[in-house]
């Protein structure tokens, strides 16, 4: 399990381009890796959108911003062009990185348990060490003052570094 101040675990993934990226490819820059379950369903659809909203924020502070679900290249690629999406989306078919991250395990849904991915974001350093873990996440938040968009409270906590 992860633990901030902890090594990230190294991962190598394909992306929607079938090209292999992995960890240490963003070595001296800050990685946002969020995990999702599915492409082209409400709550992810939203999420990829936010942070394609603030990639060239994120660009011009050194950071990164990855997506990881179960979903195939393919599906990644279609998801991409649908919704015009700027960031990157990687593809854990056998959920090794999603497990290694804890955002694969049970969960519920409807009230029953199940096993599935726990949406979850993980703020990774420069040096590759664990700087902020959000477990269970909700996209967007509404509040008294407005909508809060998880992205946005992503590159709040970055920006503050």
């Known amino acids: 399990m992860i633990e901030i101040g902890k090594k990230a675990p190294a991962f190598n993934l394909l ?20 995990f999702y379950p599915k492409d082209n369903t409400s709550g992810c659809t939203k999420e990829a959108i936010d942070f394609s909203d603030i990639k060239e924020k994120l660009n011009k502070i050194n950071a990164e911003v990855l997506g990881v679900s179960p979903d195939t290249v393919v599906s990644h690629k279609k998801f991409i062009a649908k919704h015009n999406l700027k960031i990157t989306l990687l593809s854990d078919r056998d959920k090794k990185t999603m497990k290694d991250y804890g955002a694969w395990g049970p969960k519920k849904v409807c009230g029953k ?12 350093s420069p040096e590759g ?22 992205a946005e409270t992503v590159l709040e906590k970055l920006s503050s570094k």
Not at 26 to 34: A, E, M, N
Not at 115 to 122: L, P
């Open 129 to 150: 060490i664990i700087e902020d873990i959000w477990k269970n996440v909700r996209v967007r938040t509404k509040r008294k003052t407005g909508e809060v968009k998880h």
């Open 113 to 124: 348990e199940c096993e599935g991915v726990i949406r979850s974001t993980v703020l990774i």
């Open 15 to 34: 992306n929607q381009d079938e090209k292999k990226v992995e960890l240490e490819d963003f070595k001296g820059k800050h990685l946002i890796l969020y």
